[in-house]
């Protein structure tokens, strides 16, 4: 059995806006249909966190500060989408 890995990638310049923009405005229930600019804007200054298989992101995360407490906000994978079909279900 191979075992592939996986990279934790964080900036918002390490992300691949439009895989995460096309997961919400597509597959989440709170933001279908959400402009691309919306979402890169909604990105540029939380810290974010990607997780990467290859160069595709399988994982997002954004942290929003909210008063003295981190909110994680919104967490989710994205198997489905990624190119090649090639992350593991």
């Known amino acids: 059995m191979e075992i592939k890995e ?5 900036g918002f310049e390490n ?10 405005s597509q597959e989440s ?3 279908k249909g959400i402009p691309y600019e919306t ?8 810290f974010c966190v990607g997780i990467f298989f290859g160069n595709n992101q399988a ?7 909210i008063t003295l407490h981190l909110l994680i906000w919104p967490m989710f ?3 489905r989408i990624t190119v090649g ?3 593991p279900k």
């Open 6 to 10: 996986y990279e934790i990638r964080t």
């Open 15 to 24: 992300m691949d806006v439009a895989s995460v923009h096309r997961f919400i």
């Open 29 to 31: 229930y709170w933001a």
């Open 39 to 46: 979402v890169k804007k909604s990105l540029e200054n939380p």
């Open 59 to 65: 994982g997002f995360a954004r942290l929003v500060p």
């Open 77 to 79: 994978t994205f198997w």
């Open 85 to 87: 079909g090639d992350c």
